[in-house]
T-cell receptor, first 112, second 115 residues
Framework: SQTIHQWPATLVQPVGSPLSLECTVE??????LYWYRQAAGRGLQLLFY??????ISSEVPQNLSASRPQDRQFILSSKKLLLSDSGFYLC???????????FGSGTRLTVV | KQEVTQIPAALSVPEGENLVLNCSFT??????LQWFRQDPGKGLTSLLL?????REQTSGRLNASLDKSSGRSTLYIAASQPGDSATYLC??????????????FGKGTLLTVNP
């Protein structure tokens, strides 16, 4: 069966520090991968999605970047965090068939 | 641009009551619609997935319907329990085009079931 792992679960980082959040998927190959951010009262916002290794599409101009170094690994990064980067970050995967999306357990990021 | 609206934003019911959560979307050209549950501080758990050609899906006490032509879906929860308390989100996946991977989410309905 397919599983998705996301870590860390919580993170407190000072302004200006770097960020790296990792997401891995098991039990499937060539998944579509996504990073979403959920801010209080603002719903779920798609940040990045990837349909293959090295292929990243950005949805929102921001202080963040994403990379996909391996087929089932998706990384969200920042060189210098801003206060506005605080939020709940969710990784998800889907495939090209008639299946839905599966989400990870999320990372609560607080920038102080 | 697809817009998804969920009504009500919050709902509080006594245990045992049957209830309906509503989701509407503006563009009927969808591939599928998915209902999720989110507990506080947790990720999203998929509840039901309805393909555009289907009218409803059932899982246990949950039943989701889809009327694509009118842009509506409902999630019916039978015999509600306190453990059903959570935020319920619906999301639609577009039918075609370069953005057909991207879900559009509603803002959710916060359900509280009181014992």
């Amino acid at each position: 069966s397919q599983t998705i792992h996301q870590w860390p679960a919580t993170l407190v980082q000072p302004v200006g520090s770097p960020l790296s959040l990792e997401c891995t998927v098991e039990g499937t190959s060539n998944p579509n991968l996504y990073w979403y951010r959920q801010a209080a009262g603002r719903g779920l916002q798609l940040l990045f999605y990837s349909v293959g290794i090295g292929q990243i599409s950005s949805e929102v101009p921001q202080n963040l970047s994403a990379s996909r170094p391996q087929d089932r690994q998706f990384i969200l990064s920042s060189k210098k965090l801003l206060l506005s980067d605080s939020g709940f970050y969710l990784c998800a995967w889907s495939n090209s068939g008639n299946y839905g999306y599966t989400f990870g357990s999320g990372t609560r990021l607080t920038v102080v | 641009k697809q817009e998804v609206t969920q009504i009500p934003a919050a709902l509080s019911v006594p245990e045992g009551e049957n209830l309906v959560l509503n989701c509407s979307f503006t563009d009927s050209a969808i591939y599928n619609l998915q209902w999720f549950r989110q507990d506080p501080g947790k990720g999203l758990t998929s509840l039901l997935l309805i393909q555009s050609s289907q009218r409803e899906q059932t899982s246990g006490r949950l039943n989701a319907s889809l009327d694509k032509s009118s842009g509506r879906s409902t999630l019916y929860i039978a015999a509600s329990q306190p453990g059903d308390s959570a935020t319920y989100l619906c999301a639609v996946r577009p039918n075609s085009g370069g953005s057909n991977y991207k879900l559009t989410f509603g803002k959710g309905t916060l359900l509280t079931v009181n014992p």
